[in-house]
């Protein structure tokens, strides 16, 4: 199965975490890099989530899930050792056409969380689409030792360029001549 790589704009979106263990803390984790409109359902929660909601002021609701419950979310992501309610919360999912993620579920997941790095602006994104997550792992680590340390700063200063400079063909090859300077330099 493979995923097309998509950047999505979360700011107007509802995200819901249903579990409260520690893979619903990575997925928690992940998502904080990008949004806090996450709210997390569940009958108990780990003392690390529990930092995490009083930290960042999360909505949660200490229950169990019922049916129903996903309807005002966009996205949700399901976090349970329980397959068959898993399943239940997907096929109920299709009904509200929300997006939809399964822990060690990839069959009903329509999208996955890739191994990433981000600084700042730059997000770099690896998947292998499930098969080899731990190598995907491996290599964003090897990556992040080879990104510059000061990629933030120069995006900055393109970000500044590009929104300072008026659009046009001049714009783009002023642009596109500095992003090639940058890398051949690293090249050296």
Same mark, same amino acid.
């Given at each position: 199965? *493979?995923?097309? &790589? #998509?950047? $999505?704009?979360l700011d107007n979106k509802k995200i819901l975490i249903i579990g409260g263990g520690n893979i619903a803390k990575? +997925?928690?984790?992940?998502?904080? /890099?990008f949004t806090n409109n996450? #709210?997390?359902?569940?009958?108990?929660?780990?003392d /690390?989530? @529990?930092? %995490?909601? *009083? =930290?960042?002021?999360?909505?949660?609701?200490? *229950?169990?899930? @019922?049916?129903?419950? %996903? @309807?005002?979310?966009d996205i949700v992501i399901v976090a349970l050792n329980d397959i068959n309610?898993? @399943?239940? $919360?997907?096929?109920?999912?299709r009904d509200y056409k929300v997006l939809f993620n399964a822990v060690d579920l990839p069959e009903f997941c329509d999208f996955i969380f890739?191994?990433?790095i981000k600084k700042g602006d730059f997000t770099?994104?690896?998947? =292998?689409?499930?098969?080899? &997550? #731990?190598?995907?792992?491996?290599?964003r680590i090897f990556l992040e030792n080879i990104i510059p340390s000061d990629i933030e700063e120069f995006l900055k200063e393109m970000k500044n360029l590009r929104n300072t400079l008026?659009?046009? =063909?001049?714009?783009?090859?002023?642009?596109? +001549?500095?992003?090639k300077e940058y890398i051949t330099h690293l090249l050296d």
């Open positions: 199965m *493979n995923y097309f &790589p #998509a950047f $999505i704009k990575e +997925k928690l984790e992940k998502l904080l /890099d996450i #709210a997390l359902i569940s009958l108990e929660f780990c /690390d989530i @529990k930092k %995490i909601i *009083n =930290t960042h002021s999360l909505k949660y609701y200490q *229950n169990r899930y @019922k049916k129903g419950f %996903i @309807k005002d979310y309610l898993q @399943k239940s $919360i997907y096929k109920e999912s890739p191994s990433y770099v994104a690896i998947s =292998t689409s499930g098969t080899s &997550p #731990a190598f995907a792992k491996q290599f008026p659009k046009g =063909t001049k714009r783009m090859k002023l642009l596109e +001549k500095k992003a």
